[in-house]
């Protein structure tokens, strides 16, 4: 019985030995195909990249800062415009299975809801109307279309588009800069 109880602890040590070889392997720096981002991964990815705080101007030239923050564990970016002003705004980009989404608290009252499009361009992200909720009159003016273009890592702009009877309106632009501490 001694014999055995031997033989079984050295098959044993090299099964776990066997084990730990291959899972070592497992561990290399290949990556596979399940392991790359969806494109939602990879837009929201680009967003939670903002993090931070940007100044600079609109369309018309008066000063802008928009604040943005990866919040709830990683799983929302918020986003903050014109923090400390009367119109102040936020938005918040998340996930929703396999589509990016953000949803724009307005000043005016009401909550456009954005899906993200295929992206034509790695440095741009266009969100489309989705819904609005809280839009007392349903022919009322409310931001439904965005489109965020990053060239670089300090520097992005928005373009928000209104849009009026179900039509787009007007749009406004911020040029932003990556702010310095």
């Given amino acids: 019985m001694r014999g055995g109880g031997y033989a079984m602890a050295a098959l044993v040590s090299a099964l776990l030995t066997s084990a730990l070889l291959i899972t070592a392997g497992c561990g290399s720096t290949q990556k596979s195909a399940s392991n790359s981002p969806t494109p939602a991964q990879a837009m929201f990815?680009?967003?939670k990249s903002l993090a931070g705080t940007w100044e600079g101007k609109d369309h018309e030239g008066n000063p802008q800062k928009i604040v943005y923050r990866v919040v709830s564990n990683g799983s929302a970016v918020c986003e903050q415009?014109?923090?400390?002003?009367?119109?102040?705004m936020v938005n918040m980009y998340h996930?929703?299975?396999?589509?990016?989404?953000?949803t724009h608290y307005c000043a005016m009252g009401n909550q456009p809801?954005?899906?993200?499009?295929?992206?034509p361009v790695a440095t741009e992200i266009t969100f489309q109307p989705e819904s609005v909720t809280n839009?007392?009159?349903?022919?009322?003016?409310?931001?439904?279309?965005?489109?965020?273009?990053?060239p670089d890592h300090d520097h992005l702009t928005q373009c928000w588009t209104s849009y009026e009877n179900g039509k787009?309106?007007?749009?406004?632009?911020?040029?932003?800069?990556?702010?310095?501490?």
């Fill in 45 to 47: 990815g680009q967003v």
């Fill in 168 to 181: 787009p309106g007007h749009t406004t632009e911020f040029t932003l800069t990556r702010a310095r501490s």
């Fill in 135 to 150: 839009l007392a009159d349903p022919a009322g003016d409310y931001m439904a279309s965005l489109k965020l273009v990053m």
């Fill in 81 to 88: 415009m014109f923090p400390g002003q009367p119109h102040e």
């Fill in 113 to 119: 809801r954005m899906a993200a499009q295929a992206q």
């Fill in 95 to 102: 996930l929703d299975g396999d589509r990016l989404l953000v």
